[in-house]
């Protein structure tokens, strides 16, 4: 419990923009996977982003050119700066993280991670 802890979400007007934190009180940060998933009301968890062990980056078709997934090993934190804002990205985003060194083609799946967070709401207002 409050391993993975997320910030910085909020309300936000379309083509906006907001910047998402994740702060890992973990061992060996920087041996880890981390990812932003994301679940709106009635939908199942989708893949956002990744930031693998090995610095290696994937994105969502439906966010890439937009979102930009970073870590800081120094301060065991990751994050995901968030663009152009529409009502379609509106839904609870999650932290995960996985010490697992499989990262392709695993890094979208929901089960190939180990750990979570507790979530931050995003809502882009039309």
């Known amino acids: 419990q409050g391993q993975l802890v997320e910030s910085g979400g909020g309300l936000v007007q379309a083509g906006g923009s907001l910047r998402l934190s994740c702060a890992a009180s973990k061992r060996a940060f920087s041996a880890l996977s981390m990812a932003w998933f994301r679940q709106a009301p009635g939908k199942e968890r989708e893949f956002v982003a990744a930031?693998?062990?090995?610095?290696?980056?994937q994105y969502a078709d439906s966010v890439k050119g937009r979102f930009t997934i970073s870590r800081d090993n120094a301060n065991n934190s990751i994050y995901l700066q968030m663009t152009s804002l529409n009502p379609e990205d509106t839904a609870v985003y999650y932290c995960?993280?996985?010490?697992?060194?499989?990262?392709?083609?695993?890094?979208?799946?929901?089960?190939?991670?180990?750990?979570w967070g507790q979530g931050t709401q995003v809502t882009v207002s039309s």
């Open positions: 930031a693998a062990w090995s610095y290696e980056l």
């Open positions: 995960a993280a996985t010490r697992s060194v499989h990262f392709s083609p695993n890094y979208y799946r929901v089960g190939f991670y180990d750990y």
